[in-house]
């Protein structure tokens, strides 16, 4: 990921500015001892020519000693800049990781049982009704059939949306359960794998941290109104389809034959106008139910 890559330029950045930093600390030591061993061996002149050369030696010396407090300066300042920008990198790799996981664990644990509930909606409620049609045309055409419609009967009784989702996500755990973390990975020794709150970006992750809090309960507001809407529409949604419409005992009050149920029902139970408009509000329910699912993500 791209955030994983900037921590480890930066971090990179931060271990060579500091190793030129001893490198130019070393030279400064260096220098301050290669001075004292040469006033230390300075041999007996005549009186001017000794303080000219002495004034010519410590003229070089300081010069010497400018130039390397100059070069740590500006390395110590690219160090303590190096250094900073890898720490708000790590910081921004770990805000990323903790997103990322709690994205992944939200989509695995809530999403998918969602998106099941989705697919699903309708689906028991319409089986239901249609095999208590069939029980129903069947008790009325042949009454020597009651053994085994009573076990159909019986198996539609213990139709469960929540229990056959469950049993198909323990059926393949290996698909709906959530993969392991993501884990920070460390970078040529930067072992830190907390947030660092320390000065100059504390102030910052304050800051963002307020506006984060600002944002989640302006968005749990939007969600609780949404939620109500969509509670509202999938309650409509199912008072459509779990409506009990299954009872076909009508079509047989005049005659047993097959004909006789195919020409009734094709009169009375399908030619319903209330049919057609119940149909059209049901569409038009779901289409406005699915629309706000995929909108706001729930």
């Known amino acids: 990921m791209k955030v994983m ?33 040469q006033e230390d061996r ?53 805000l990323a990781l903790e997103a990322t996981n709690a994205s992944v664990f939200k989509y695995y644990i809530h999403d998918l049982s969602d ?15 249609a095999l208590r049609t069939f029980l129903s045309a069947e008790l009325n055409l042949e009454q020597s059939k009651h053994e085994g419609l009573d ?26 359960c959530p ?3 993501f884990e920070f990975q460390p970078h040529m020794g930067d072992m830190a794998s907390q947030l660092c709150a320390q000065q100059p970006v504390q102030s910052e992750l304050v800051q963002r941290c307020q506006q984060l809090q600002s944002r989640l309960s302006t968005l749990k507001i939007e969600n609780e109104e949404v939620k109500k809407t969509m509670e509202a529409t999938l309650q ?9 419409d299954f009872d076909v005992s009508d079509c047989f009050q005049y005659s047993n034959s097959m004909e006789s149920v195919k020409s009734t029902v094709s ?29 706001y993500g729930f």
């Open 42 to 94: 300075q041999t007996p002149r005549s009186p001017d020519s000794t303080a000219n050369v002495r004034i010519e030696e410590k003229h070089v010396r300081r010069s010497s000693v400018k130039k390397i407090e100059k070069m740590k300066e500006k390395r110590q300042a690219k160090y303590t800049e190096n250094k900073l920008k890898a720490i708000k990198a790590r910081n921004e790799y770990l």
């Open 179 to 181: 993969p392991m973390k």
């Open 5 to 37: 890559k900037t921590y480890h330029m930066y971090n990179a950045d931060s271990i060579s500015a500091q190793s030129k930093l001893k490198e130019a600390e070393k030279q400064e030591e260096k220098q301050i001892g290669k001075s004292v061993k």
């Open 267 to 295: 009169e009375t139970f399908m030619s319903k106008p209330s049919i057609a408009k119940r149909r059209a509000n049901q569409q038009e329910t779901e289409q406005f139910y699915f629309t706000v699912r995929e909108h």
């Open 236 to 244: 409509t949604i199912q008072d459509i389809v779990t409506v009990e």
């Open 115 to 129: 998106l099941i509930d989705c697919c699903d909606l309708g689906y028991h409620a319409s089986l239901n009704r």
């Open 151 to 176: 076990a159909i009967e019986n198996a539609v009784e213990n139709l469960d949306a929540t229990s056959d989702k469950q049993r198909l996500m323990e059926m393949y755990n290996n698909v709906f």
